[in-house]
């Protein structure tokens, strides 16, 4: 938030550009755009014209009536007539066009919103690693806000203004080039004033933005942390802090808001001044006989329309091209490359006929294969069984920083591979490796003997669960987070996984029990509630390679015993992959990977690292702490 709102005043880097691009947004709307185009010409039109009309009224009506006994009211009427119908016309192209702008606005708002919404679903997990929720927000926000702004504000009423300048300055022109140039004169003067004090009032307002951002950064963030600033009884504390940035916000917009005072008076004060020494020009060129009474009347209609849209196009101007800059950002993410996807190697249910031949089936069969598209055009199918290499692989997240240096490892179909070690060590990378959250050089991991990259994203995370280090669970019931393994699962299914992580009885505990409706990220359960409901997801997917990252690291000892019977059926049959934080659930893994520091130190079953009396045995035997 404080950076967006610092940035909002960040003109757009490369204006045309962004500008062609919105202007391809909203040519879905060309016809309605040439209809508003019309009616804001009949609005500007409308106005021009009925203060011309003014000049013809006085001139051969008011003038000869005056001192006649009894005048002849039916031309005059007619003339007011006309000018009612002029003004209607004009108030029904403003209608119009506010109207339709409406509508372009919000439809293509509609269409950024699903078109960077679909993107971001595309993105790379690497993508969120460098950009902040917030800032992400603040796109779907704030940005679309002031883009909203723009289209149905700006870009109407600057196109109004400058056709009401142009034509008003057209129409005092050919009323008297004479009074024309003393008003310019005198407007330029006034101009110039604004920009004076205007200048130093922007200063102050960027500066009260500044201002706002911190204090609202600051908000946010102890509304965050509100827990860790009451553990530590700092509610004094930042109180003062927060004081200090309201006194900066409060100074800031005292300054602003003085100018910006100042300004609108002086503004009406000189207008009034500039209109009075043009209606005594005026009335001088009159008494001469250079002018008519009629034509002054208009005139000086005129000239109360004229600074007011200069104005106008100046202080739209900034207002859209703040929203250009906010476009220029949604652009950004809509340009960010997509997840790439080599992979062609597809999951389909399969059989195998009585030769051992495995062919495709169309209904699941309890049987999968990939089927690979060979370079001629015929395809193959490998059965899925979970067997997952890594070969030598080096990786790290950022250029210079390795954070797997040369790791080798295999799970052979069924097996259950442990990963110890210390926080920071690189356990959770490999599990982000195999299920290509990131990628690896060609070669370097297989699965089923198949290279990973030359499998579809899509259907290599299918045929793999993971229960991630830090759960999830999304808005809905207990029942749809569960159901969120395997959209087809039937409630029975759910139960069924429920029941395996052991979930089910602290779910029917629950108010509502599976319909209890989970809110904020599951903030109502505990944070080995809500692990547990994150195995039953894993379980219900039913995959045949499992991937558990810390799952059971804050679930207490008695129910981790209780569900280790449960996670041990769970493992049974599948390639499992295990991070634990708790050796003893890791005991009985056909392998245990000792990493540290990105590398595989010590690797064998519980006895034989046992046996070593290495790393691992400190471990176990309490020697050593996993930090
Ligand atoms: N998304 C990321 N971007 C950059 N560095 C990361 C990222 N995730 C993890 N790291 C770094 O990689 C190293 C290994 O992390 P990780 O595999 O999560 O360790 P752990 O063994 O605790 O699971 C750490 O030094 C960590 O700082
Ligand atoms: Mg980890």
Redesign the pocket.
Known sequence: MSRRRQRGFLKPKNLGKTFGRFLKYISDYKLQLIIVGVAILSSSGANIVGVYLLKPIINEYIVPFIGSKNPDLTGFIRMILLLGIIYLTGILGTYTYSRLMLNISTGTLKRLRVDMFTHMEKLP??FF?THTHGELMSRFTNDIDALREMISNGIPNIFNSTITVVGVFIMMLILSPLLTILVVFMLVLMLFTVRKIGGRSAMYFMKQQEALGKVNGYIEEMIEGQKVVKVFNREEKIKDGFEELNETLRAASTSAHTFAGILMPIMGNLSYVQYAITAAAGAIMAVNGIIDIGTIGSFLQYTRSFSHPITQISQQMNSILNALAGLERIFEILDQEPEEDAGSAELVYAQKDRDGMITEASEPTGMWAWKIKNGDGTVSYIELKGDVRLENVTFG??EN?T?LKGVSLYAKPGQKIA?V??????????T?LINRFYDVPDGKIKYDGIDINQIKKSDLRRSMAMVL?DTHLFTGTVMDNIRYGRLDATDQECIQAAKLANAHSFIMHLPEGYNTLIHADGSNLSQGQRQLLAIARAAVANPPVLIL?EATSSIDTRTEALIQKGMDKLMEGRTVFV?AHRLSTVRNADAIMV?EN?EIIERGNHDDLMALKGRYYQLYTGMLELA
Not at 421 to 430: L, Q, R
Request: proline share 0%; no cysteine; charged share 20%.
């Open positions: 997990v690497k690693d997240y950022v920083k954070v990963f070690g210390s926080t920071g060590a690189g356990k959770t990378t490999v982000n280090q990252d991070i990493i990105g």
